[in-house]
Every structure is written in structure tokens, then in C-alpha cells.
């Protein structure tokens, strides 16, 4: 492989939008009513209770909106719903649009230079006190931000602070970890504002900044389930930015960069062991160029970049129950992605697409990369006194049951074959998993992540 810094790594991109190809449709009769949030958002009155009343009904991405029965003076609230429920669904009547683009990935060796006088910046809070930058320029807003804070209010203060902007000439840059960058992100998509991306966090840099879904949760619907499409003007990568991250974030960060190792054949397995004081700019920019060419030829999710969720499927699950019960000190994204990921690996061998070879190979990886929070730290985010307690197994099971892939009994998962080789179930990327398979396979589980 190359160990050249590239100077940029391009992304193309071209999708259909809406995303997804409608299945079948849902034929709307409701009669939204007003919220404070349709005015602070500048939304056509009534949408936040239709998008309320989707969740409820529990609409997928895949049902095409049907608005024939909708009165006319309410179809705006209805379209603007559509287009940010679960990043934009169909509506009949409308005709889908083909839209393409590219952008760069630039690498850089010193900090980008983006506080210029003319130059718009949304910074994350932490990150301004590490690197003294709260004065650099006057056009900046800073914003101190937590899951609980990726939300459609906080959109609505971004919004109010971009509104001088709205005609600057150049893209707004958005500095921070995902979650600043998803929200900024998603704020200047709907007012047609261009944006760079300034990943701070490495899970920000391997994985967030690349691919184009921005968003907000939805309390208590979930996570990132409003949001758009939208893909930035550039991104600027300087590794720097992650001497000041805390050691628990640049841990969670390397569980992305894992996932990408173990899904690729031809990155090096022992970027995944390398200590953070070595690991370069080059490290970064090939753990980077996986994303961004599964995303170049699937951006919206119709096959293919569906690997990219590997380890997800229990790691949401994870998150959310220890969101819920420990609302705190929850376990975060990347830490949960390192325990998905060797979970992941289990239900492999268990379905037989692994053999114990290759889940040997692949389960040594993921433990000597360090990805792993120990068992007792496991326990205390959940918390739970008792991992192999039925009551806590059903609720997971039951998250793992809502995720956005699942159907009925059955859970949609990324199966490994071996390291660099994602499982193909009757052509798709995902294998769909019994209830009982997770059942079975979790007392195994368990005794082993017991005894690292
Ligand atoms: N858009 C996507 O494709 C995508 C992909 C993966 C994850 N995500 C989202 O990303 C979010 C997680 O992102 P994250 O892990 O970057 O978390 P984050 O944005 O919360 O950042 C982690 C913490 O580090 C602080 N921080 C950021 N940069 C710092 C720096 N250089 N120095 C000191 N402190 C710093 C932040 O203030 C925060 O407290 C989740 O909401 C997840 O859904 C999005
Ligand atoms: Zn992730």
C-alpha cells in the first residue's frame, strides 16, 4: 500500500432522493396541529406533529407518503415531514430526483486555515477551550454538545446564528466531533447552506465526516432518526486536533477504524494495534478511504453499504438501554461498537458462516486492539450486577428487535465470513438472525468477554 500522505482523496457520489425506493405506500388521513418548534424551525405549521404521529404509526423509510386524502393547505407540513423522516421518504406524486456530486478529503500537516475574516464557524465548545478559540473570529458560534443535545432545539439555535450568513460566500465550517457536525450539518442543509466538515474526534474523522448522513435524535423515537442527505464542499483533516481528546473518545474512535480494518482485505491488520502516538496521517487517510468508497458506490444504503453497520445492530441496542437506565454515565457510541463488533463475531461462527479458525483470527484482533472497555466498566454503563440475566437479555433483545433493520422475530445483521469478508445472505449484505440465534449465543459470549 501507499505510504505517501495522499493530499486529498476524492468522493464522488450520485443518488435518487428520496433515498429509498418506495414499496409499498401509507395512505395519510391525520390532521396535524401546531407546535412552538414549526415556527422556530421555520416549518410549515403542523409538521412536527405529523413527523410525531409517523414514529407513532411506526412508518418505515420504504412506504411512499400518499397525501390524496391530505387538505390542500396542509400538503407543505406533509412534504417537509417527507423530506427529513429518516432522511426523506417518497410522496406520491412527486418524482424522484437524481442528484451527484464530489468533494475532496484534504489532509493536512498543519491546522486548516478557516478563521479568516470572512470565514463562519460552528465550533464545538471543547474543542475551542483545548485549542484557545473562542475569539479567532467573530463569525463563530460555539456550542457545547452531547447526544442529548443532537436535537432538533439545538438545530433551531444554529439556525438563528446562521441567519446573518445566509448569502456568505463561502461554506460554513462545521468544527467538531459527529455529533456537531451531524446537527450543523443537517441545520445548514435546510437552509440551503454549503458547509465543510472539520472533524475533531477520530471516530469523527474515519467514519462521520464521510458519507453524507446528517441529522438530529428524536426523543424518544431514537437516535438520528430526522435528517437529510447532504454532503459537505470539503473536508479538512489535520490528526492534531485529536492530541487534545480525551483517552475515552479516542478508544471509542478506534473502534470505527477497527471495523474498517475487519471488513477490508487490504488494509494492514496491525493498523488496528498500532499505539496513537504512531498512528499517522497516512494510517488515517487509508482508514478513511474505505468509507468513502463504499459510500461512493452506495450512498444511500440500497446494498452494499450496509457493512458499514458491522457491530451496530447490538451496539444500538446497547446504547439505548444504557441511555434509558443510566442516563449519566452512559456507555458511548464507540464503545459499544467495539462490543457489536465482537459480538458479531459469535453470531458468525454460531451461524456457521465462520469457521473457529477464522473467529479465533478475527476475535484476537478485536482484543489486542484495545477497543474493549472491561467487563466490570461494561456492567457499570449498563449498569446491569448480572450480564447473563434473562430480564436484561429480553430488553436488549427487544432494542436489537427496533432497530430500523429488523422485521418481526427476525433482525437483519452484518455477518462476517472472515477478516475482509462480509457474509452475503441470498445476495444482501445482511443475514437475517433469529431471536433464539441471539438467545443462544449469549451465554458464549459472555463467559468469554468475562475472562479477558
Ligand atoms: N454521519 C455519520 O455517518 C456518522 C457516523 C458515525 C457516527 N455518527 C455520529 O457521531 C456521533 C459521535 O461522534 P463522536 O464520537 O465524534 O462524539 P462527539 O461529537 O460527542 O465528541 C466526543 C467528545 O469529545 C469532545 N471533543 C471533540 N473533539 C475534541 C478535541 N479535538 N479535543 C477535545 N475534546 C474534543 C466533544 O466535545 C465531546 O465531548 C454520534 O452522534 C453518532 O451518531 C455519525
Ligand atoms: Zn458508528
Avoid at 423522516?85 to 424522484?96: D, E, N, P, T
Avoid at 440551503?192 to 477520530?202: A, E, H, I, Q, S
Amino acid at each position: 500500500m501507499n505510504t505517501e500522505l495522499p493530499s486529498s482523496l476524492r468522493v464522488d457520489w450520485s443518488m435518487t432522493y428520496p433515498p429509498a425506493q418506495p414499496s409499498t405506500s401509507y395512505v395519510w388521513t391525520f390532521e396535524p396541529t401546531a407546535h412552538p418548534l414549526d415556527a422556530e424551525l421555520s416549518w410549515p405549521e403542523g409538521t412536527h406533529s405529523i413527523l410525531i404521529r409517523a414514529f407513532e404509526n411506526r412508518l418505515d423509510r420504504f412506504l411512499e407518503w400518499d397525501l390524496s386524502k391530505v387538505k390542500q393547505h396542509d400538503k407543505p407540513a406533509f412534504t417537509t415531514a417527507a423530506g427529513i423522516f429518516r432522511r426523506g421518504v417518497a410522496v406520491s406524486g412527486l418524482a424522484q430526483k437524481q442528484i451527484f456530486g464530489s468533494y475532496d478529503i484534504t489532509f493536512s500537516e498543519v491546522m486548516p486555515a478557516i478563521f479568516g475574516p470572512n470565514d463562519v464557524c460552528i465550533i464545538d465548545k471543547n474543542v475551542a477551550d483545548a485549542w484557545s478559540l473562542h475569539s479567532v473570529t467573530a463569525n463563530c458560534l460555539i456550542l457545547q454538545v452531547e447526544e442529548a443535545s443532537k436535537s432538533l432545539a439545538t438545530v433551531s439555535k444554529i439556525l438563528s446564528f446562521l441567519e446573518p450568513y445566509r448569502s456568505n460566500p463561502k461554506p460554513i465550517y462545521l468544527v467538531g466531533g459527529g455529533i456537531l457536525c451531524d446537527t450543523a450539518a443537517f441545520a445548514c442543509s435546510m437552509k440551503g447552506l454549503d458547509f465543510n466538515l472539520v472533524p475533531t474526534t477520530l471516530l469523527s474523522m474515519a467514519d462521520a465526516c464521510v458519507g453524507g448522513k446528517t441529522g438530529v435524535n428524536f426523543s424518544p423515537y431514537g437516535k438520528n432518526q430526522l435528517g437529510k442527505f447532504a454532503f459537505p464542499k470539503e473536508v479538512l483533516v489535520w490528526r492534531n486536533w485529536l492530541n487534545s481528546l480525551p483517552d475515552r473518545e479516542l478508544n471509542a474512535g478506534r473502534s470505527e477504524c477497527l471495523k474498517h480494518i475487519l471488513l477490508s482485505k487490504e488494509l494492514p491488520n496491525s493498523l488496528a494495534t498500532k499505539p496513537f502516538d504512531s498512528l499517522t496521517t497516512v494510517d488515517l487517510a487509508k482508514i478513511i478511504a474505505l468509507k468513502s468508497e463504499v459510500v461512493s458506490r452506495d450512498p444511500t444504503e440500497k446494498g452494499e453499504r450496509a457493512i458499514l453497520n458491522l457491530g451496530h445492530t447490538l451496539a444500538h441496542a446497547l446504547e439505548a438501554y444504557s441511555h434509558k437506565n443510566n442516563p449519566n454515565q452512559p456507555i458511548n457510541h464507540g464503545e459499544a461498537v467495539g462490543i457489536g463488533i465482537l459480538y458479531s463475531l459469535f453470531l458468525s461462527k454460531h451461524l456457521g458462516q465462520m469457521t473457529e479458525v477464522a473467529f479465533q483470527k478475527a476475535a484476537d484482533l478485536v482484543v489486542s486492539s484495545k477497543v474493549l472497555i472491561g467487563f466490570a466498566k461494561l456492567k457499570a454503563y449498563l449498569p446491569s450486577d448480572n450480564l447473563r440475566d434473562p430480564k436484561m437479555l429480553r430488553d436488549i433483545v427487544q432494542y436489537v428487535a427496533l432497530d430500523k433493520k429488523s422485521a418481526g422475530q427476525t433482525t437483519r445483521w452484518i455477518l462476517l465470513e472472515e477478516i475482509g469478508s462480509v457474509h452475503r445472505h441470498a445476495g444482501h449484505w445482511t443475514t437475517p438472525v433469529e431471536q433464539e440465534d441471539i438467545e443462544n449465543t449469549w451465554e458464549d459470549f459472555v463467559s468469554y468477554f468475562e475472562k479477558l
